[in-house]
């Protein structure tokens, strides 16, 4: 409103917040995935302790043998799980609402869960990616919408979606306000890759830092939907090997002893 831009600056606004949105499902589509089969991998795990292996159990009772030690550690695991399925559940619930409240409550935690992201592998370095374009993005955004440099790192911080990189960001703006150079600044963090480095130098140089960061934020994009992309091809395959693992190991130690039953008789 006050430089008389409002129509071009709501586009950028538009589409800041279009890519923005674009990378958060990217991301949390490539992170819930795994999570889901790892949930329908432990229910069906649960449900074959619960209810099949007890079945086999019975009829081993019978056989007059010894049972192979993996299927006797099956039944084993199996009859622990029924006997105390209320402490471990317990165990579960507890243990998840009291990491979620200590998350909630405390910077430090969150400040080191979000570092450990960053250094998982293949999640770490789409979300690290992420975290860029986001800042790239929105910093770009800010200052091409007429707000100083240093009020505008300050949202940028909250738009990185990591706490590794919101105080970082929060570095920058002291470092900023000191009279520090932007890409000096970043550069100190040792949070930023070399070609947004000297990207961000460019800008500043030429004066054209908007531009810049705008073309740092469109390949970081690009890299982290290339980067979903191919691990959604990859791990779909490993998680269905995973849950073969776990399911198969199960069926094979039940069906052990009825390959030994000709042994015994």
Same mark, same amino acid.
């Given at each position: *409103? ?19 949105? *674009? ?15 790892? /949930? ?20 081993? %009772? ?94 940028? %911080? ?25 890409? /000096? ?13 000297? $990207? ?7 004066? *054209? ?7 740092? %934020? ?20 490993? $998680? ?23 042994? /015994? /008789?």
């Amino acid at each position: *409103e006050r430089s008389g831009n409002l129509d071009d600056l709501m586009d950028k606004v538009a589409t800041y917040m279009e890519n923005l949105e *674009e990378i958060k499902s990217k991301v949390k589509g490539a992170m819930w995935y795994p999570a889901a089969v790892m /949930v329908v991998g432990f229910v069906v795990t649960v449900l074959l302790l619960v209810f099949v292996i007890p079945q086999f159990e019975d009829l081993f %009772a019978g056989f007059g043998a010894s049972l192979p030690g993996l299927t006797a550690a099956v039944i084993d695991l199996s009859k622990s799980f029924r006997d105390y399925w209320i402490q471990v559940f317990g165990v579960i619930v507890g243990a998840f609402v009291a990491m979620s409240a200590v998350y909630r409550r405390s910077p430090a935690m969150r400040h080191g869960v979000d570092r450990l992201s960053l250094r998982l592998p293949v999640f770490g370095g789409i979300l690290r990616k992420a975290s860029i374009s986001r800042y790239a993005r929105t910093l770009a955004t800010m200052f091409g919408s007429g707000v100083p440099l240093v009020e505008g790192l300050e949202s940028v %911080a909250g738009a990185t979606g990591n706490r590794v990189y919101h105080d970082a960001c929060l570095e920058i703006r002291e470092s900023v306000s000191t009279g520090q150079a932007l890409s /000096v600044a970043m550069t100190q963090t040792g949070l930023f890759p070399a070609m947004i480095l000297q $990207m961000t130098t460019t800008g500043e140089e030429s004066g *054209e830092l908007e531009k810049m960061l705008d073309k740092a %934020a469109e390949f970081y994009e690009r890299e982290v939907r290339e980067s979903v992309d191919n691990m959604s091809k990859l791990i779909e395959p490993i $998680m269905i090997s995973v849950l073969g693992v776990i399911v198969g190991t199960l069926v094979v130690a039940m069906y052990l002893p009825i390959f030994k039953m000709g042994s /015994v /008789v």
